[in-house]
Every structure is written in C-alpha cells, then in structure tokens.
C-alpha cells in the first residue's frame, strides 16, 4: 500500500531533494496528496506534475492565477493564501514532510501534526521558535516526529535503539566557506561569498546560515529539545570535510558517529522510508579516498551565533523565539545590503538585549507575539546599523 505523503515547501533545497528521493524509490511506493511552495510557481507546477499530486499551493494569494495556468489540463487542484496552506497541511496523510523554510512553517507543521501525521521535520525553526508547545501537541496528537536535518537525523539514528542516557551530543559543522577567514575578511564578505558552500548544495538562505553558524546555533536549540539536552551537553565541532554528521557520546567513554555523503537525501530517505533504509542512488563513502578526517573547535570570536544560542537557551522561555526572529530579519538585511555579515550576529545580540528576559508561552498567540516583537526590534535597531558592503 503506497504511503501518502505531502510536501510542504516543494520547491526549496529540501523540497527538491524530496522530490528526487520519491522519483527514485519508484512508482507506486508514495501516493502525493499535496505539494506547496511560495514565489517559484514554475516550480510548483513542475513538482506537481511530477508526482501527480492532488493539490498545489502557493502562500501567495496574487500567484493564484499563474499556478492555475501552469496546471492547466493536469487535474491538478490549485489554491493559494496562508488558509489553503493549512488546509493542505491538514489533508489527512501518513507523512508529511515540513521544509518550509523559517518561522513561516510554524503553523502548516502544527496544522499536520494535529491530523496524526508522521512530521519528518526540516523546518528548524517550528522547535526553535515553539519547542514546548510543539512537543505537547506532538504527544497530544499521536502524531511521530522524525528530524530530517542530517545533525538530528544522525543522532535520532544513534540514540534509537540505546537506553543508556546520553551523556553530550557532538554537533558536527563544516565551518562553511569562511573557516579559515580573519575576523577582517569575513566583515568584509558579501552574500555572493556567503552562498558559496564548500560541501553542501542547499538553498541561499541556509548557505548564508551556514557560513555565520547560524544553522548550527539554531540546531544546538532544536538538540535540546528533539533530545532533552541542555546546552551543558551540547558541543559543536568544526569538521571540514561533512563525512561524520554528528556523534552522541555515552557515560562509559564511548562515543558513536553517524558517517555517510555529503547528500540530503540520505537524511530524508530515511525519514520517508523509517523504519526502512531505503535503497538510495546517493554516492558510497570510499574510505581509502578520505584518507583523512579533520577537527577542529569552533571560533566564538568569529562565530558569535554559536554564543547567542547557548544564552538563549539557558535564558529559556521565548528567548530562542526571539533570537530566531531577529536572525531571520538579520538576514534579509545581510542579503539587502543593509548590514554587514558579522553585523548580522550584532544585530541579534542588541534585539535580545534590547527585548529582555522573556516569560514562557502559555499558548502559541505567545509565540506569535514573540515572534513580531523581535522582528520590530530587529527591524528598528537595522537602520542604525552602518550599510552592508
């Protein structure tokens, strides 16, 4: 019996390698309710068609009409606007992949989980922003939670069949393209350098993240709560070459790794096919080849974010909500221009700081409220900011 899935945020990095991963484990294993996407409607489209999905949408109400032409004469249905995106989210399904990138995927993942799905979760930011209150409603639900970014996915593997408790996760970061730069240089960089990944072939935004660690301070957060760690267990380790994924360290010495390709597709087989390997066309590790592996400890001086994250969990409450929105609006004004790269990190230091110590969300209006607070800030304090390069 085929396994109904829907994809939301189709046309990304993560949505694209779904795509490659569902085409490749052959017709007849997935039956496609519902794909979405945002501005890419060719995309959209394309996804659609391929895997004969029943819907499409876009969270843009004015690309309605563009979506509708492109799946003229599929049978496709076609629908648009922030209410069709949780409709289709709450399609029932067996799983639903949640690649939406930032705080936009909070409330299509919740609307998934509240229908029983299995979430192979890709969005970071959904723990990140609503950790608690997600979790609670994943048990509320019945509904399964399985990580798809490949830190978690390596550790959901390493950690599923021991009962030893966990004595410290080792989140493995590559150091993006400016491992090596000075303090100097990497002030100076631009986006176009930042989107340059030495390993990983992923979407603008998280190529940008990687290069700041922003990926991995949001990941340390997302640890603690897919695993009940704190930030004392929790280490990052810059290892250049992407072959060891994570490790998970027990209390008689021994720690396990989670070694494969540099390949999202492996992570998300896993989480499409759980509890199956599926066979996958992903390249075999030739260990003579490697001939070595590196590591290294993260700079904190040029990689502040990996600092904000651990004061932001130990300050607990809506503090990582709040650290992720000002990231987000960092971002956007990194990729404007606006700001600088390292100014990205002190603009999200100077909204926590402005914003205070912040209280726990009783309910998810809270974390909404959280959530646009910080943006306003961040957003105020961006225009004192000196302009990007």
Same mark, same amino acid.
């Given at each position: 019996?085929?396994? +109904?899935?829907? =994809? ?13 991963? !569902? ?17 890419? =409607? ?14 499409? !949408? ?11 032409? *492109? ?32 705080? *936009? ?63 410290? @996760? ?23 350098? *930042? ?7 992923? /979407? ?22 897919? #695993? ?17 994924? %994570? ?14 390709? %540099? ?18 066309? !992903?390249?075999? @590790? ?29 300050? /607990? ?5 709040? @650290?992720? *929105? ?20 002190? @603009? ?19 974390? #909404? ?5 910080? +943006? ?14």
């Amino acid at each position: 019996m085929a396994t +109904r899935l829907s =994809i939301l945020g189709v046309t990304g990095s993560i949505g694209n390698s779904t795509v490659s991963v !569902v085409e490749s484990l052959g017709p007849g294993r997935f039956d496609v309710v519902a794909v979405t996407g945002h501005a890419n =409607i060719d995309g959209l489209a394309s996804a659609a068609r391929r895997l004969h999905a029943d819907l499409a !949408v876009t969270a843009d109400p004015a690309r309605l009409d563009a979506l509708r032409q *492109a799946l003229s004469g599929t049978g496709i249905e076609a629908a648009a606007g922030p209410d069709a995106l949780i409709e289709a989210a709450s399609r029932p399904v067996d799983v639903v992949m949640s690649a939406i990138v930032g705080a *936009a995927g909070l409330r299509p993942t919740l609307a998934a989980v509240r229908q029983g799905a299995t979430i192979a979760l890709a969005n970071k930011e959904t723990l990140v922003a609503a950790g608690a209150l997600f979790l609670d409603e994943i048990a509320r639900s019945g509904a399964r939670l399985l990580p798809v970014d490949s830190e978690h996915n390596a550790i959901f593997q390493l950690v599923a069949h021991e009962k030893t408790p966990i004595e410290r @996760l080792l989140l493995t970061a590559s150091g993006g393209p400016f491992r090596t730069w000075s303090v100097e240089q990497m002030a100076a960089a631009s986006p176009k350098q *930042a989107v340059a990944h030495p390993n990983w072939s992923m /979407g603008a935004r998280i190529s940008i993240d990687s290069a700041s660690m922003f990926n991995k301070a949001l990941e340390m957060i997302e640890a603690g709560h897919l #695993f009940g760690a704190g930030p004392d267990k929790i280490e990052v380790v810059v290892h250049p070459q992407s072959i060891i994924h %994570s490790m998970v360290g027990y209390r008689d010495g021994s720690i396990l790794a989670h070694l494969g390709p %540099s390949d999202m597709r492996v992570a998300i087989g896993y989480a499409l096919a759980w509890p199956e390997r599926p066979d996958l066309p !992903v390249e075999r @590790l030739d260990f003579a080849d490697l001939a070595r592996l590196d590591f290294e400890a993260p700079d904190i001086t040029r990689f502040p974010a990996l600092r904000l994250a651990r004061e932001a969990m130990a300050a /607990g409450g809506l503090t990582p909500c709040a @650290l992720n *929105a000002a990231h987000e609006i960092a971002l956007d004004a990194f990729i404007a221009g606006q700001i600088g790269f390292l100014d990205m990190a002190s @603009l999200v230091e100077a909204t926590l700081s402005r914003l205070g110590a912040q209280p726990q969300a009783a309910m998810l209006d809270d974390v #909404f409220d959280a959530d646009q607070t910080a +943006r306003r800030v961040a957003r105020e304090l961006t225009v004192t900011m000196p302009a990007g390069n």
